[in-house]
């Protein structure tokens, strides 16, 4: 077609037109169904001594984001910058490639101590304890789901202090 001729009904393609899927990029994120498993499974004390471990070492403004389920299960996320991106495209910070996770599924944001998850307008959402979120602040523990991907989120032990003293 012309680029500099205006459009005629006949030139505006349907959905339906099978052609029309072909030249426009489109997500591939993939839904939840009816079927998936969208509980909340309260955290235990299930971690392992490297996990225990890890925790332990971490200093005063950090946290860390530790995989309980989905297929990278056992991964350990260092949070220490002021914003990580989380999410299906290869430059997230928390990599997940998995098609229930959206390009640029959340942000996870730091201001001193405190900790923020917020949604980026994803397909699936963001769960915080099996509640659906545009944002909010993760505590000690919390359950944080991006997809079929199940994280405990766990602060600086020595911030966990600074909040008891204060």
């Known amino acids: 077609m012309d680029e500099t001729r205006r459009p005629e009904p006949e030139d505006v393609r349907r959905g339906s037109d099978p052609s029309a899927s072909e030249r426009l990029p489109h997500d591939m994120t993939q839904t939840f169904g009816h079927d998936s498993d969208l509980s909340f499974i309260p955290f235990g004390a299930d971690l392992s001594e490297a996990e225990l471990e890890a925790i332990g070492a971490l200093p005063s403004r950090a946290a860390l984001l530790i995989v309980r389920s989905g297929p990278t299960a056992g991964a350990r996320y260092l949070l220490d ?41 994803s397909l699936n959402g963001t769960y915080v304890n099996g509640e659906r979120v545009d944002r909010a602040v993760l505590v000690n523990g919390a359950e944080v789901r991006i997809g079929k991907f199940r994280l405990n989120f766990f602060v600086s032990p020595a911030d966990l202090q600074q909040a008891a003293d204060a």
């Open 81 to 121: 910058t002021d914003v990580t991106t989380v999410g299906r495209h290869p430059e997230a910070d928390i990599f997940f490639d998995d098609v229930t996770v959206s390009r640029r599924h959340s942000e996870i944001t730091r201001e001193g101590t405190r900790f923020d998850i917020v949604d980026q307008r």
